[in-house]
């Protein structure tokens, strides 16, 4: 099993649409969670840290359910600006509480 | 502003070559860490280190290594290239702490080996 599972899409999604992505990690000791967006040829930047009561940033929600070993990432209002891979990243999942391990992403593509 | 950057951004060299992938920051961070990416796998961690004059291996270290003698810089050098190392590296800091913070990634280097 990955220490980080992702469904890797594609997900192609007219604008305006809500789609929503699910992240599943091994190690139950792992403590910090991040929701990072890739665009294409493009180095990694963080979108959004998810915490223990969930959070909002704007159009995006993310939630943490500790109990399954899950994440999500929810996008309301898909714009093509979103079209991007967004990969689920966990700490701890490698042995190591300073290192993240990274999902293998899952692929947006927001259509006209 | 502080910045991370790489060089090359692109690189192609030939089976058995020593190769050299420099990685500069200006954040000040005492963490470093070189991450390849390729298809299906996502990032996976080569080497990282603490400070000066600490290195660690990662999960696919075989074939590379690194070094650590100030705070902004953390070459990596694969010793005699393959062709399995063709990939795109990204080199990425964050500042110390207990846990895990954001890591900030360079832009990359693509790196393909004849």
């Known amino acids: 099993r990955k220490e980080v599972e992702q469904d890797p899409g594609p997900f192609n999604v007219p604008e305006g649409a809500t789609v929503a992505f699910n992240c599943t990690y091994s190690n139950s000791a792992s403590q910090s969670f991040f929701w990072y967006r890739q665009d294409c040829r493009k180095e990694p930047k963080l979108l959004m840290s998810?915490?223990?009561s969930g959070n909002e940033d704007g159009r995006f929600t993310a939630q943490l359910n500790r109990a399954s070993q899950y994440i999500s990432l929810l996008i309301r209002d898909s714009k093509l600006s979103d079209s991007a891979t967004y990969l689920c990243?966990?700490?701890?999942?490698?042995?190591?509480?300073?290192?993240?391990?990274f999902g293998s992403g899952t692929q947006l593509t927001v259509l006209p | 502003d502080a910045e991370i950057t790489q060089s090359p951004r692109h690189k192609i060299t030939e089976t058995g070559r020593q190769v050299t992938l420099a990685c500069h920051q200006t954040?000040?961070?005492?963490?470093m860490f070189w991450y390849r990416q390729d298809l299906g796998h996502g990032l996976r961690l080569i080497h990282y280190?603490?400070?000066?004059?600490?290195?660690n291996k990662g999960e696919v270290s075989d074939g590379y290594s690194v070094s650590r003698s100030n705070t902004e810089d953390l070459p990596l050098t694969l010793e005699s290239a393959a062709s399995s190392q063709t990939s795109v590296y990204f080199c990425?800091?964050?500042?110390?702490?207990?846990?895990?913070?954001?890591?900030?990634f360079g832009p990359g280097t693509r790196l393909t080996v004849l």
């Open positions: 998810v915490y223990s």
């Open positions: 280190s603490y400070g000066v004059q600490d290195t």
């Open positions: 954040w000040n961070h005492n963490n």
């Open positions: 990243v966990v700490n701890g999942a490698s042995g190591s509480a300073r290192q993240l391990t």
């Open positions: 990425a800091s964050s500042e110390p702490g207990q846990g895990a913070l954001e890591q900030f």
